[in-house]
C-alpha cells in the first residue's frame, strides 16, 4: 500500500526520527540554563530553582543516548517524552495558578514563577515534537511495509 508522495513522506519523517535525539540534547541544554539562570537569579539561595536544571539533565541523557545506541533510541526517546509531559504538568500547574501575581507584580518577586511557567512551555513545546515523531514513525513503520 503505497500512500501519495510516499518517498517525500518517509525521507521527511526518517529525517524527524533521527532529529529527535538531537532535539532532546537542545532541549535538556535549555532546561538546564532555565535552572541554573534561575538559580542565580535568585542570589543561589533556593535549590528548588535548578527544578529545570533537574528535567533538563534528564532529557539531554536520553537525548545522548538516543543518539548513541540506535536500538535504545525507541525507548529512551519514550523516557524522554514522559519527563516532558511530568514537567509539563508541573510547571504549568504550578505556575499557572500565579499568572495573575506574575502580570501585575514586579518580575524579581515573582522569578519561581515566572520559570515555573517557561519551564512549562518548553516541555509542552518538547512533548509535542516528541508525539509528532512518535506518529511519523507509525506512519513510516506502515508504509515502508
Known amino acids: 500500500m503505497a500512500m501519495p508522495d510516499s518517498h517525500l513522506r518517509s525521507g521527511i519523517a526518517l529525517a524527524n526520527l533521527r532529529a529527535m535525539p538531537t532535539l532532546a540534547i537542545v532541549f535538556g541544554l ?3 540554563a532555565m535552572g541554573i539562570g534561575a538559580y542565580f537569579l535568585t ?3 533556593s535549590v ?3 527544578i529545570p536544571a533537574g528535567f533538563g539533565t534528564l ?3 536520553c537525548g ?3 543518539a548513541k545506541f540506535h536500538n535504545a533510541r525507541k525507548h529512551v526517546m519514550h523516557i524522554a517524552a514522559l519527563v516532558g509531559l511530568l514537567g509539563t504538568g508541573g510547571g504549568l500547574v ?3 495558578p500565579k499568572l495573575g501575581a506574575v502580570m501585575s507584580g514586579p518580575a524579581k518577586d515573582n522569578i519561581a514563577s515566572i520559570m515555573s511557567i ?3 512551555v518548553v516541555c509542552l513545546v518538547f512533548l509535542a515534537l516528541c508525539v509528532k515523531s512518535f506518529v511519523d514513525a507509525r506512519i513510516l ?3 515502508s511495509k
Do not use: P
Request: net charge positive; charged share 20%.
Open 94 to 96: 504550578r505556575g499557572l
Open 64 to 66: 545522548i543516548i538516543g
Open 30 to 32: 535549555i532546561l538546564e
Open 48 to 50: 528548588t530553582a535548578l
Open 43 to 45: 542570589g543561589a539561595k
Open 141 to 143: 513503520k506502515k508504509y
Open 118 to 120: 517557561a519551564m512549562g
Open 59 to 61: 532529557i539531554l541523557l
